[in-house]
């Protein structure tokens, strides 16, 4: 989207009259130097009249624009436009080789153009000046043979199309710059609000400041569609670039800043550069490509001497030690209402959607507005499919979901919920203390919101819960009924990969995994928590302090994240007091006894099954929990199924002692007493 063409600046006829008049007038002067106040080189029926001087071009024409914007003076205007005119009209080779005296040179030159030109100065030339360090003008002498003063001059390709009124992005930059559309979908209010904070920044800027603005927080899309708001509100096209694809070769990127700061006057465009382009990778590796370090020198070389309006785009801000100064402006979180209006919108006019359906929505989801509206989209899409059985709200739901888990499913391991409160064999204690957990997680909006707790309570109003137990004793499958109660997704989150050995690095990846679940309020299981948490340790040097740091802030996050957060761990004892003090629920899963391994036995195998001589009874002789016992249960289904027989006693025995085999222990004459 790079080559997308940009907004014509003006009308054609006007660019068109202008440069002709200019191009005649300059013309002119090169006649009048081949006639020679002597008539050299014309005969004196040719000789024409001294030409008057150029006249100052149509002020909104395209000539008007390039000579106020860089600075032009009448002299390197003329010349800009002797090169034009090679372009344009076929008989300046003609009067370019009478005026130098010379038909093998029929091209404009800067010798001719001191010649003939009026107010010649020899500044012109010099490549800091305007023609040549905005790269208005070329110098054609591939060989370097030729004079310095005797080369043949020609005008920018980007810059005579401009000239006559056509305007497009400068080809070498296809390919590094997007270029961003502006949504043609209202904004929130307080993004709007944004977006006049980001034109303030760039039109307050000082005279010894740039019109630079660092926006961070929420997401890209959200970052772009801010910034292309703000553009279009100043008058402006945008172009966005990564940061990593910048160059680290000082010439090369100086080179890049010149063309894109004269593409900015000419487009006029602003430039975003994304700073988190190399961020969405999953935990435990490196983003590819430059390091941290050099992208953010690249970046800083560019913008440090951009006097165009620029934005800085990231998740968090930049550091302090950072070059380019610029406005920072943080991109707010959508309130409640704000979300509401933004369903509302986007499901509007769809049948048997609700304020109670759409608020639901709202209470479990925490997208952005444009996630909200391609949400909209599938459900529009799907009502018009005919999806039977779901009313606009389930499938509003079902869309958001599949949103949400976008963010989520790099970050840890996505289990469907399929098990419900029939699966679950646990003590109706425990029971009990799920269904609440749940009702937590269900009504928190009524309770903080509508009841006004959150006024009150203010922090803490995150729901966690430690799953206390071995093994196999039912944890995880808890936490999937719990899932699929609430109708939401279950991530489950290895803290061993999470926790990093390098200092600041943990405190990332939990954010990473909170921020990317608070849009669809996912069901967080983090196992083993035992790898973080245990008695945090005295503080005897720095990763003593950043191991308990790692601890409080995962503490701070489950408190506020606004689903359910479960820790599961089978060392309870060893955990901190200070932290089961800040753990709203703790379920404990003993090992189950026998009547409950019984009742394990009966509801793993299903009714479809052949069997022939099961007994729950006996099979619950098997000390071993849940998990086992659904193991043991699977192969034996299997090695029954490969004799092509029912499932029989001898089938779970065989399939028993691998089991054991696996937890390194023996199977007891006790425990298969009776078997066979």
Known sequence: MGGEKAKVPGDGELHHKALSVAVEAVLARLDAHASGPDGNGASAATARSEPAASPEPEPGSALDTLSSCFGLSPFERDVLVLAAAAELDSTTASRCAAACGDPARPYPTFSLALACLDDAHWSALAPVGPLRRWRL???????????????????????????????????????????????????????ERTVRAVSAGWAAAELDALPHVELVGADRQTRWEIAAAAARESGLTLYAVSAEDLPTDPGERDRLARLWQREAVLLPAALLVELNDGSSVSLGEAPSGLSARDTSAAVDALTGGLAVPVVLSADDPRPATARARAERVTVPALSAEEQLDVWTDALGGLPEVTEWGLRGLVAQFSLPAHVIRSAATSVRRSSGSGDAGRDATQLAWRAGLVEARMALDELGRRVEPRAGWNDLVVAERQRAILREIVAHVRRRATVHQEWGFESVLRRGLGVTALFAGGSGTGKTLAAEVM??????????????????????????????????????????????????????????????????????????????????????????????????????????????????????????????????????????????????????????????????????????????????????????????????
Not at 140 to 159: K, M, N, P, Y
Not at 521 to 533: N, P, Q, R, Y
Not at 645 to 663: D, I, N, Q
Request: proline letters at 4%.
């Open 137 to 191: 003008l070329e110098l054609d002498d591939r060989e370097g043979t030729v004079a310095l003063t005797a080369s043949r001059i020609r005008v920018d390709e980007r810059i005579l199309h401009f000239l006559v009124g056509v305007d497009y992005l400068d080809i070498r930059l296809h390919g590094l710059l997007t270029w961003i559309a502006p949504s043609a979908q209202a904004l929130p209010a307080a993004h």
């Open 483 to 676: 899932a699929g109660e609430l109708g939401v997704d279950l991530f489950v989150i290895d803290l061993s990969q999470v926790v990093s050995k390098y200092i600041g690095e943990t405190e990332k990846n939990l954010r990473r995994v909170f921020d990317a679940a608070e849009r669809g309020g996912a069901l967080l299981l983090f196992d083993e928590a035992d790898s973080l948490f245990g008695k945090r340790s005295e503080v005897k040097d720095s990763h003593d302090r950043y191991a308990n740091l790692e601890v409080s802030y995962l503490l701070m996050r489950m408190e506020a994240y606004r689903g359910l957060a479960v820790l599961t761990t089978n060392m309870k004892k060893a955990l901190d007091n200070a932290f089961m003090r800040r753990i709203r629920f703790v379920v404990d899963f003993p090992f189950p006894s026998v009547p409950e391994r019984a009742e394990i036995w009966r509801r793993v195998i299903p009714d479809r099954t052949p069997t022939r001589g099961l007994d729950p009874e006996r099979l619950a002789q098997l000390t071993v929990a849940g998990g086992s016992i659904r193991n043991i249960a699977l192969a034996g289904a299997f090695l029954a199924a490969e004799e092509g027989s029912p499932v029989r006693m001898r089938h779970m025995l065989a399939a028993a002692r691998t089991e054991y085999l696996k937890l390194e222990r023996s199977l007891t004459p006790s425990e298969v007493d009776g078997w066979v």
